[in-house]
């Protein structure tokens, strides 16, 4: 049974839960949503400046990693098509972030993987996530919130991975060194460019199809339950 590591931190989503379904490009669930809160805008005006806004804050971000949290994107994108209201803009974030936590579900065997992992080593988790009480949100519903004893959502932290400052936050918090944690997660960008940057080893959740990029993962794995032949984890 492996002893190499003492913590193992994990990325949330498309890693500890998935997503039902392809995701829907269109936003249509946000349309009776700005129809109470703003009648007199048009939807489609809206999610162009949606759309465009997002588009500028995802590439600000290659910068600095800084993260921008869901309110205040709504917030843009409602100033530039026209409306100052900080109302409305909560109203539609937390619209949308409704749908996102309804999209999630957690596969079978996770909730018992984590169990049995948190017996052998300190588990934490670090996300991505623009909103942090959605992320620990989606944790609660699906019953694992209790197998990490760390916790960090780039929201809060205010970076994004691949930024080594999430992921060296997590690791004091457990009171590990990077040599003896592994990140777990499903996106090479974020995931393994960040973690190796922290001096962690890294487990990519990779399709077959995937290319073999740099820097290269520690593992390279299919599914969550690899883990325990990797990790050590027994039935």
Do not use: C
């Not at 944690?181 to 090479?188: E, K, L, M």
């Not at 995931?191 to 073999?212: E, F, K, L, S, T």
């Not at 520690?218 to 690899?226: P, V, W």
Request: proline letters at 6%; glycine letters at 6%.
């Amino acid at each position: 049974m492996s002893r190499r590591y003492r913590a193992v931190v994990f990325d949330l989503f498309g890693t500890v839960v998935q997503f039902r379904g392809q995701p829907d490009r269109t936003v249509e669930w946000l349309r009776a949503p700005l129809a109470a809160v703003q009648p007199g805008l048009a939807f489609d005006a809206f999610r162009a400046a949606l759309r465009d806004v997002s588009t500028a804050i995802s590439a600000a971000r290659a910068a600095d990693h800084r993260e921008v949290p869901s309110g205040e994107r709504f917030a843009r994108a409602l100033a530039l098509a026209g409306v100052a209201d900080a109302g409305a803009a909560e109203v539609l974030s937390l619209a949308h972030m409704a749908h996102i936590a309804e999209r999630t579900l957690l596969p079978s065997d996770h909730d018992t993987l984590l169990h049995q992992l948190g017996g052998l080593y300190r588990l934490g988790l670090v996300s991505n996530f623009d909103h942090a009480p959605t992320a620990r949100d989606v944790l609660l519903r699906h019953g694992v919130a209790r197998h990490f004893e760390v916790t960090l959502i780039s929201d809060s932290f205010g970076r994004r991975k691949p930024h080594p400052a999430i992921f060296a936050a997590a690791l004091q918090q457990l009171d590990v060194p990077p040599s003896q944690a592994i990140y777990v997660g499903d996106t090479h960008a974020d995931d393994v460019v960040g973690a190796r940057g922290a001096g962690m080893d890294v487990a990519w959740i990779a399709n077959p199809h995937d290319a073999d990029l740099e820097p290269r993962p520690t593992h390279r794995i299919r599914q969550l339950a690899d883990l325990r032949t990797l990790l050590g984890a027994v039935d």
